[in-house]
């Protein structure tokens, strides 16, 4: 088995576009709580991760210049990640398409964890 | 992980809605509106990760008070929310405990009676009344309050947009503390939630599920007056008692087909025995006093039908009675058609159908598809089936969704079978 972390991005209207009504929050939330759980009852979620402020501070180059969040530059905001287990990166790859951030036009970034052979 | 409850986002929207009107001012519905959508996205940010909280109702709240603060500590400067804030701004001291103090729970109830009775205001039409409560108290979006009253997202938006405006050009919400203002005001109040109720039970939304809810939102927005001690009258309990003895017939409402099942071929033994009970309950509360409202009656004929274990059994004789009295306190056609099918059921088809034929305003019937159902039940027993047949297939024309079709259609086959 091999580690992989799922990056959860999407732009701040694209989020609140999926939103919508109460009713459909409710839909959204019941479809992320059960991909959530049928990942990890298959065994796959090493971790559930953590979701992240959308606001932030960005500290760049030789000189530590700082600004805000959220980023200007990058059009997907990253809003939080999963760390997984997973046989190879094709079969991350196809867990990830339950997503219900896809949904939204959202995007998940799979990306292994680099091993370190130690 | 804990399980979401039913419609959890629906009923917080209302909710919380209401309690940051009243400290944004009602003039600023839409920034209330954009708080709690915040703090759902919040939501949904944070529980696929880290499950659904002990207390979701609570956590929702809270986070909406923390948006609101920010709100407030943002708009300090700003003149545009409610003028009373003006001295809670002035500090921060002052601000998280009045703050605090808006959101407990009791204040919570009291505000959503005071958004209730805003959207009852007299220069709203009843249902724009209605609309209103559903889509702010009950966190119906445009497109479901279209769903329940089978109308386009368009018409309902603007007639939506038209009554918040009306809303907010009101200045303040409605102050419940006010007795005399309260008592006045009650009976709009009783008379949109009844109509809230019967959009569900007799409405013309084809979705079951949709006329369930209308039906539960109307008994929770009821039980949260009565609760009330302003709003604890005769005429409340009386209608909370109406709404409760309907509803316990619900389940029995479809047959086992999913067709539409009229009262006497119901299967009484699916009748909810525990709404009933608490419908009889309530309808006690509610004769203690000289008053003697619609509401009372119309609970009164349900319990007359509650109480009868068999269609056969049932007191026609006191169900006309009934129908007598509330012909004088509101009559309207479809009461005298009710009427009506009593008197058939006591004394025959052909005394029903005098009766029919005596209704003042039957031109209103005209596009009733069950004036047209009614009079072809009773041709029909009566054995005139070709009579029948033209009543039923006026009725089919006119019915307003598949279920209905599906029920008339049935009753035509029927009549075919009675004449082979």
């Keep these: ?118 | 992980m804990t399980d979401l409850h039913e419609h959890l986002f629906r009923r917080e929207a209302g909710r919380i809605v209401a309690t940051l009107t009243r400290i944004f001012g009602v003039e600023n519905l839409a920034l209330a509106e954009d708080v709690v959508q915040d703090a759902f996205c919040r939501a949904l940010e944070v529980w696929p990760f880290r499950g659904v909280p002990e207390n979701p109702s609570a956590w929702l709240m809270a986070t909406a008070k923390h948006r609101a603060l920010d709100v407030l500590r943002r708009e300090c400067t700003a003149r545009t929310l409610a003028p009373e804030l003006g001295r809670w701004l002035e500090s921060e001291e002052r601000l998280s405990p009045a703050v605090e103090e808006l959101f407990r729970a009791e204040a919570i109830k009291d505000d959503q009676l005071r958004m209730m009775f805003s959207c009852c205001h007299p220069r709203l039409p009843e249902a724009a009344q209605v609309g209103l409560m559903l889509h702010i108290l009950c966190g119906f979006s445009v497109d479901e309050v279209a769903a329940a009253f089978v109308s386009t997202h368009a018409g309902v938006e603007k007639r939506l947009t038209r009554a918040k405006k009306v809303l907010a050009e009101s200045g303040r919400l409605f102050e419940i503390a006010d007795a005399a203002d309260f008592a006045t005001r009650l009976p709009a109040v009783n008379r949109a939630l009844y109509l809230l109720f019967n959009e569900g039970y007799h409405g013309a939304s084809p979705e079951s599920a949709v006329r369930v809810e209308l039906c539960r939102e109307a008994l929770r927005l009821t039980a949260l007056l009565f609760e009330h001690p302003l709003g604890s009258t005769p005429a409340t309990y009386a209608l909370a008692a109406l709404m409760c003895l309907h509803a316990a017939r619900l389940p029995a409402r479809l047959d086992a087909a999913g067709h539409l099942s009229v009262l006497a071929d119901q299967d009484r033994s699916r009748w909810d025995p525990q709404l009933m009970a608490e419908g009889q309950r309530l309808l006690e509360r509610s004769a203690a006093g000289p008053q003697l409202t619609e509401y009372h009656v119309e609970a009164a004929i349900a319990a007359v039908h509650a109480s009868a274990s068999r269609v056969d059994d049932t007191n026609w004789a006191q169900i006309v009675s009934l129908y007598d009295t509330l012909m004088t306190i509101r009559p309207s056609p479809v009461v005298a058609l009710n009427r009506a099918i009593a008197v058939a059921q006591r004394d025959g088809p052909e005394r029903g159908l005098e009766e029919i034929g005596a209704i003042a305003d039957s031109h209103r019937l005209a596009t009733y598809p069950f004036y047209h159902a009614a009079l072809g039940e009773l041709e029909l027993r009566r054995g005139r089936s070709e009579a029948a047949r033209e009543h039923f297939r006026a009725a089919l024309g006119l019915a307003r969704n598949s279920m209905e079709r599906q029920f008339l259609e049935q009753r035509m086959e029927a009549q075919v079978i009675v004449r082979r």
């Excluded at chain 1, 732009?11 to 959204?28: H, L």
């Excluded at chain 1, 402020?53 to 809003?79: C, F, H, M, N, W």
Aim: hydrophobic fraction near 35%.
């Design chain 1, 1 to 118: 088995m091999s580690e992989f972390i799922y990056l959860y991005r999407s732009t701040n209207e694209a989020s609140r576009a999926a939103m919508g009504s109460p009713e459909q929050m409710q839909k959204s939330m019941q479809t992320w709580m059960a991909w959530m759980q049928q990942l990890a009852d298959q065994g796959h979620i090493k971790n559930p991760g953590h979701p992240l402020e959308r606001a932030g501070k960005l500290v760049k180059g030789k000189q530590r210049t700082i600004t805000d969040g959220p980023y200007a530059e990058s059009k997907d905001i990253i809003g939080g990640y999963t760390l997984i287990e997973a046989k190879d990166l094709a079969e991350a790859v196809e867990l990830s398409k339950g997503c219900p951030i896809l949904e939204g036009g959202g995007v998940v970034e799979v990306r292994p964890v680099l091993k370190t052979g130690m």
